[in-house]
């Protein structure tokens, strides 16, 4: 469980922190996190910090953090904040709405509040782009992944994943 939890946040505090601003042009980096103002700065590696914040969780946060809930499904900001949730997802169903600045706008108010819980750990957000961003207008859908395999078309499969990576962040 411990090396879930350890990839798991190194992922959210890594990655999932891509609108996060983790440094402060003045003072360098941000060193507390949450409403602990837990304190990232005292460890020397990535490893010494995730090790630490899995130390510091209690079990209710640690079931959050290794949960993944579809983000329309009777979940709000403040389930995120109240439960830990660690990651929600969009596979299908109602979206935030028609463009990308809608999906922007409903998932910064998500991790705003994964950011005020006790530990502040970012929220993983995915999307289900299994072929292509279909979820809003303007998007490309390809066929499915057995379909460009059989095309046996690297370059063809390579630039509808460019495509939909572009579309997706």
């Known amino acids: 469980m411990v090396k879930i939890l350890s990839g798991i946040l190194v992922l959210m505090l890594i990655v999932g922190c891509a609108d996060v601003a983790v440094m402060d042009s003045s003072t360098g980096p941000i060193c507390e996190w949450g409403t602990q103002e837990f304190d990232l700065c005292r460890y020397d590696t990535h490893d010494e910090m995730i090790e630490a914040l899995i130390r510091e969780m209690d079990l209710d946060e ?50 705003g509040q994964a950011l005020k819980t006790r530990l502040g750990i970012p929220l993983l957000i995915a999307v289900d782009a299994i072929h292509g961003q279909n979820t809003f207008e303007g998007a490309v859908v390809f066929p499915h992944n057995i379909g460009m395999a059989a095309t046996r078309n690297m370059a063809l499969i390579k630039r509808a994943a460019e495509i939909t990576a572009k579309e997706t962040a």
Do not use: L
Not at 74 to 103: E, F, L
């Open 62 to 111: 640690k079931i959050g953090q290794v949960t993944q809930s579809v983000w329309h499904n009777g979940v709000s900001p403040k389930i995120i904040r109240q439960k830990n949730i660690g990651s929600i997802i969009h596979t299908d169903g109602p979206t935030p709405g028609p463009n990308a600045m809608n999906w922007a706008d409903k998932f910064d108010e998500f991790q």
